[in-house]
């Protein structure tokens, strides 16, 4: 193999400039119009290079934490496990929960949580808020710096491994929330089985209205065929077949295979952090604590926990091969070929992260070379791989190749979170206005396909900018998904985990950081824990006593220093009262 040039975090000369672009002729008066212009890209792409590499930066170790903010972060660990506790109570009577088979339907004790919807709701709904404000208070303690960029001890992976898993079991055990689509995957289990082509029919069309699957399948999706690659498919095929048509035994199983996907997440997230000279603490904090994966993966059971769970395993065998200095040996070659098929399964979930498998390839080329000889090379590896693998799954899964086209499947519904979505309706609505008729149908048309484009370009630039070694293929493929998720047609608030989980290892600019946290905090309260919007005066007597409970909170903390303040006891301040709430450790 023909020696590479490396390709770091941050692909830029130490005085901060970009790199130099060689002229590639001889006579600059002479130079065709190809020339000028691969030279032009060439310098935008270090350029883009340069200014990327502000936003990932090395981050050095930091001191641990001493003894009062390790005091204050095993507080936080039990605010957030109580919060989480009341999230799963709230959760009986407000969750987004089965029509039929509910298991608490009819119980005396427990059944009265689901005939005062509202106090449920608010008791969930309180939970949520302060499990995302103990979050962000732990953030504190993770990322190892101050707002003004002063370093801070933080606290140990292991330490943070326990926090994040107390705050998830109780999720784990409780009734979904915030979704009710993992209903929709138990509907796409049984259709696989009596349906030759598993995505020809939506649930009404394959079982039937009154089949037990199809009932609590939401109205808007009963029509609607499934969404989900093979990868997928054959999950909710396996739940089927030992659970049937029993919905309490299929959510479990399906939530055992969210958490092995999240497992996997925290496993994959810290070792590609280290490989990008970032936080472990901090990526994982950011990648696997946050609200969006609790709420929306751990108790919204998505597709994404597992899709996201192949993507993170696969992307560390791929970049252990890549980045291995000496030739390639059969556990290189090995851990290449796992680490492909495992993002290709990645894909097979949900189809855009199969931008992914075109970052991978690129990192290949660079360790062939950086002749286009190489890269061709590396392109028929990928192929032959990535088909193969898609190939085996469809045969297994006998899904066939309609999972291809179900893409576009969910554009029904007009997200305003897409950016493309919402200002095809704005436009639409100030037509209507200005007497113009109603052409929102057609403006969105323009709008999405515009949006897709525009991402579908972004991505391609993004993979020249690697090729050329002005950015690692992390980070490339982590922008190129975010790009996606911002032009998609449909956008819900968890597929920014989509790029969260390679940017979370790859980012460390805390104003970035700050971007991410704030859309992370805001949006995991976006979704009420029902799943879809109760009649407005629940919803808003649920917010009111929410905010009310939540302020008296805040108050008794503020006025227990102990609570909050501990980092100005340590530094001799605070009252008698407030050093009397420390435990001693002789």
Not at 481 to 486: A, K, N, P, R
Not at 541 to 555: E, Q, S
Request: glycine residues 10%; charged residues 10%; hydrophobic residues 55%.
């Amino acid at each position: 193999m023909e020696k590479q040039p490396p390709i770091h975090a941050s692909a830029v000369p130490a005085s901060g400039e970009p790199p130099s672009v060689t002229p590639m002729s001889a006579h600059p008066g002479r130079r065709s119009i190809a020339t000028r212009w691969g030279e032009r890209i060439g310098h935008a792409s270090a350029t883009f290079g340069a200014a990327t590499s502000r936003i990932a930066t090395s981050e050095h170790a930091h001191q641990p934490l001493d003894e009062i903010r390790a005091i204050r972060v095993a507080r936080l660990r039990l605010l957030g496990t109580a919060a989480s506790m009341l999230m799963a109570f709230g959760a009986v009577g407000a969750g987004a929960l089965p029509v039929l088979q509910n298991p608490a339907q009819g119980e005396r004790v427990v059944g009265f949580l689901l005939r005062v919807q509202q106090g449920s709701m608010t008791i969930a709904m309180i939970g949520m808020v302060a499990l995302t404000l103990c979050w962000l208070a732990l953030g504190y303690y993770a990322l190892g710096r101050s707002f003004r960029g002063r370093p801070l001890p933080t606290l140990r992976r292991l330490e943070l491994d326990r926090i994040i898993a107390t705050w998830a079991i109780p999720l784990a055990v409780a009734p979904p929330m915030f979704s009710k689509d993992v209903y929709s995957y138990l509907a796409h289990g049984a259709m696989a089985e009596v349906l030759g082509d598993p995505y020809s029919l939506g649930p009404v069309a394959a079982l039937g209205v009154d089949h037990p699957l199809t009932i609590n399948v939401p109205t808007m999706w009963r029509e609607t065929a499934n969404q989900y690659g093979p990868a997928f498919l054959a999950i909710e095929r396996f739940v089927f077949e030992i659970t049937g048509d029993n919905v309490v035994a299929g959510l479990a199983i399906h939530r055992i295979f969210a958490v092995l996907g999240i497992i996997a997440m925290a496993w994959a997230i810290p070792r590609l952090a280290r490989r990008c000279g970032v936080s472990d603490v901090a990526a994982l904090w950011l990648g696997v604590g946050n609200p969006l994966v609790l709420f929306h993966l751990v108790s919204g059971i998505h597709s994404e926990s597992v899709m996201l769970g192949f993507l993170g395993v696969g992307l560390v065998a791929v970049l252990r091969a890549t980045d291995h200095l000496g030739p390639w040996g059969a556990r290189e070659y090995a851990l290449f070929v796992a680490g492909t098929v495992l993002v290709t399964a990645a894909a097979m979930v949900k189809l855009p992260v199969a931008v992914a498998l075109g970052f991978v390839g690129i990192a290949l080329a660079r360790r062939l070379g950086t002749s286009w000889g190489a890269f061709l090379r590396a392109v028929g590896v990928m192929a032959v791989l990535s088909i193969a693998t898609t190939l085996i799954a469809m045969a297994v899964t006998d899904s066939g190749f309609g999972w291809l086209t179900k893409l576009g499947a969910a554009t029904a519904v007009r997200s305003w979170l897409s950016l493309p979505t919402a200002f095809g309706v704005i436009v639409g609505a100030l037509g209507q206005i200005l007497g113009l008729g109603d052409h929102t149908e057609q403006v969105l048309a323009i709008t999405q396909t515009g949006g897709m484009l525009v991402a579908g370009l972004w991505t391609l630039w993004l993979l020249w900018v690697v090729w050329k070694g002005h950015l690692h293929p992390l980070g490339g493929m982590g922008l190129a998904l975010l790009g996606i998720v911002l032009m998609f047609p449909v956008v819900q608030p968890w597929y920014a985990l989509w790029a969260m989980v390679p940017l979370a290892a790859w980012v460390s600019a805390w104003r970035f950081r700050l971007l991410v946290i704030a859309y992370s905090a805001l949006l995991a309260c976006f979704v009420l824990p029902p799943g879809y919007g109760p009649p407005p005066a629940v919803t808003i007597g649920a917010w009111v006593a929410t905010v009310i409970v939540l302020a008296i909170g805040i108050l008794l903390c503020a006025w227990r220093p102990g609570y909050l303040r501990l980092d100005r006891i340590a530094q001799g301040g605070g009252s008698a009262r407030a050093r009397e709430d420390i435990p001693s450790t002789a």
